[in-house]
């Protein structure tokens, strides 16, 4: 099975690294998915997108991103997000808490509870 060499990177630490089999991230220019082998290529990511990366292992790592970048060499994904917020260390109650707030914080909040899989 071909793979690639994926990190997860925030500002404020590495939230995951590994290898896996596919990544799905948004960027401005639309969702793009990355598979070992794909063309170089650097993406914006939006504020407020959701990455997933399907890992060699067959388990699913999900994060709500903020900014940032993406950067896709044949072999390499690197996921540089100026925040980020792994699924499972989402604050669900937070989340819902913030949709009421102004419009950057209801953007992230939407983000936190799409990864986290408690979207309608």
């Known amino acids: 099975m071909a793979e690639m060499s994926v990190q997860l990177v925030a500002v404020e630490r590495r939230l995951w690294s590994g290898t896996a089999t596919f990544v799905v991230a948004q960027t401005t220019e639309g969702e793009i998915g990355i598979m070992p082998g794909h063309e170089p290529v650097l993406g914006q990511l939006v504020e407020g997108g959701v990455v997933t990366v399907r890992t060699t292992d067959g388990e699913t790592v999900t994060a709500a991103v903020h900014g940032g970048f ?50 309608d």
Do not use: N, P
């Open 70 to 119: 993406l950067s896709v060499t044949a072999d390499t994904v690197s996921v540089l997000a100026e925040s980020a917020d792994l699924a499972d260390e989402i604050d669900i109650a937070q989340a819902r808490a913030d949709l009421d707030a102004d419009e950057h914080t209801r953007a992230r909040a939407l983000a936190r509870l799409r990864a986290a899989g408690q979207t």
